[in-house]
């Protein structure tokens, strides 16, 4: 039976809005300490943490908000966790929690090993100092001996890709070459716990895939890995087991697919039930007439998916509601790759197709095969318009995310069949 590496019991967290805590300078606290030298060592008058004396209030309230509220799991050796959830869920005051950086209002997190954080771009770099230099200080701070760096020196810089930027102030450097190096440390230090949360967004589609080998490769050798991201074809790939975080508490636990699809049922709900009004998210939009109720993306034996491949098929199932009965309406589809690129767009008034509606329901499909996308993440648009296709009654704006996987290895946005001839002599 597999070691258990981390336990959680029961583990709150609680901000108190509208307060601010007062932090010392060096100067102030070498002069409490010549004035009073035994009251540093109290426990109860920590000049670093929290307390009546050393907070100022910047509203007349105590509002407080719950972070985290009585959260439970344990993560066993060799596990990759994922932990997922809308912003302000809890997830990243989860990993703070773990890595020290703050501690628990309620509750305890046990955990047994060398822990890795990854939470923050550029956490433990100093803007001054070179890739070189942030090498050996981030290892460093990360419990890395100076003969262990060393060791591994060569390897970080490999698979960093910063060689020609190495004696290069990493203050001239993007954020993605900041990921890329502080991936390579906290990887190379061979933790028993990695903890990263969500920087790995940053970084090229080609890095992401690196790193995601790494932590495979990583947790075959033992290593506990909890992941935050909002990625979640990365989560399904890389996490056998998922926690869905809600207002600071475990909404649902379990397998990855079965927790992401929840997940994305809950941000779809989300996002349908919202008010069509000025200044509402670019998500959704419309005149409000008709409704689009449900979206499913299906590959070719008709099950719901996220994961389609090069050639493939691509089917989309959209259903809504209208509120008057003899409304006629058509769709639209449109198709993004995650940087923005617009790969696609089709409206089915354009080719004749409308949909008469019977009762106050409709629903229509529309299908892509084959499926000439290379090997990416792209985001689908959803759209419902009336029968002329000018007034929109509602749009989904690239709310719906699927992944593409290779048939066979080729560059750029789409793909086109081809073949190689050599021409006898």
């Known amino acids: ?27 102030d606290l070498l002069a409490r300490a010549l004035k009073a030298p035994l009251r540093l060592f109290s426990p109860t008058s920590s000049p670093s943490s929290p307390s009546a004396s050393t907070l100022t209030s910047t509203s007349s309230g105590n509002d407080e908000i719950w972070a985290l509220k009585d959260v439970s799991f344990e993560v066993k050796q060799g596990e990759v ?20 950086i703050t501690e628990p209002t309620e509750g ?35 419990g890395m001996k100076k003969a262990e760096i060393d060791r591994k020196f060569d390897e970080i810089v490999s ?39 969500e920087v790995l967004a940053v970084g090229d589609f080609g890095f992401q895939i690196k790193c995601l080998d790494k932590i495979k490769g990583m947790s075959t050798k033992g290593t ?17 087991r998922v926690i869905l975080l809600c207002n600071g ?70 259903k809504c509601t209208v509120k008057r009965e003899d409304e006629r309406i058509t769709f639209g589809v449109a198709i993004f790759r ?13 080719e004749g197709v409308v949909v008469d509606v019977s009762g106050r329901e409709a629903a229509i499909e529309f299908e892509i095969c084959p499926l000439q996308l290379l090997e990416g993440v792209y985001q689908v648009s959803i759209a419902v318009w009336d029968e002329n296709g000018i007034v929109l009654h509602d749009i989904h704006e690239r709310m719906y995310e699927f992944l593409v996987e290779p048939s066979r290895r080729a560059y750029g946005p789409f793909f086109m069949d081809y073949k190689w001839t050599v021409p006898p002599r």
């Open 1 to 27: 039976m597999s070691e258990t590496v981390i336990r959680i019991e029961h583990l709150s967290k609680r901000y108190r809005i509208g307060r601010r805590e007062s932090y010392y300078t060096m100067s």
């Open 159 to 197: 698979f960093a890709e910063i060689d020609k930027f190495l004696d290069t102030p990493v203050k001239h450097y993007s954020s993605g070459m900041y990921v890329r190096l502080a991936f390579a440390v906290a990887a190379h230090m061979e933790p028993e716990i990695l903890l990263v949360d």
């Open 249 to 318: 508490r475990i909404h649902t636990a379990g397998g990855s697919i079965e927790v992401v699809r929840v997940y994305k049922k809950m941000a779809h709900k989300a996002a349908m039930t919202s008010t069509p009004a000025y200044g509402v998210p670019f998500s959704r939009f419309g005149s409000g007439l008709v409704n689009i109720t449900e979206v499913e993306l299906l590959d070719e034996s008709g099950n719901e998916t996220s994961t389609f491949r090069t050639g493939g098929s691509l089917r989309i199932r959209m």
């Open 224 to 240: 506990v890995v909890l992941l935050v991201s909002h990625n979640l074809h990365a989560v399904e790939e890389l996490c056998g």
């Open 338 to 350: 995650q940087d923005g690129l617009y790969c696609f767009g089709v409206r089915a008034s354009e």
């Open 81 to 100: 966790v994922g932990i997922i959830g809308r912003n302000g869920a809890g997830k990243t005051t989860l990993l703070k929690i773990l890595s020290r």
């Open 108 to 142: 305890y997190a046990e955990i047994r090993g060398r822990v890795g954080s990854l939470l923050e771009v550029g956490t433990g770099f100093h803007a001054e100092l070179t890739g070189r230099e942030n090498i050996y200080l981030n290892g460093a701070i990360l």
